[in-house]
């Protein structure tokens, strides 16, 4: 009992350390805002082979031209940085909507949950900003193909070992970076944060 106690508390301080270590700044020049829609193409595309079904949705190539992760949610394409109002409106009616004091910026977040994930936001010049996704379960994935349930092996064999520390592996691209945390080596968490500057 002990053992697990002391385990499931070194995983939530490495993703408390981690999240205070990131989504606390960023560079903001030379981004795009990025909703986009695919319905052209009606692509959502498969990941990785041994994964829930429920979590191909997610699961769709990046856009090439993306300097930053992203997270894709049917056709919609959510990158950090980008104006929020135009992605709030494209994913539809959350399941909820509520305030909490940023962490990273003056200020509150303004989170939005919806099936499998959050949308955090924050005000920037007096519009809102995306900030952050947190996928929350399997039902959703990264469009590499990365999800809730995965084996950190399957993690790595798609990301590589970039900035692994005990728990956690934090993969940087442009002004973001995807936070993995694990639990026995399984992902229990997979948040998407702003680069601390």
Known sequence: MKKRFGRI???ACVASMALAMTACGGKE????????TEAATGST???TEGKTEGATEGATEA???SANWVFKKGDVTIELYAPADPVIQALGNPQETYEAPSCAFDGMDVIYKYPGYEVLTYAKD??????????RDDTVGTPEGAYIGMTKADVEKIYGKTAESVGSLQVEKGNCNLL???DNDVVTSIQYNLVQQ
């Open 29 to 36: 020049e030379g981004t795009s805002a990025a909703v986009s």
């Open 45 to 47: 595309g498969s990941a």
């Open 9 to 11: 508390l070194t995983v």
């Open 63 to 65: 856009p090439a031209s």
């Open 126 to 135: 007096g519009s809102a900003v995306i900030s952050g996704v947190v996928l």
């Open 180 to 182: 993995f945390i694990f």
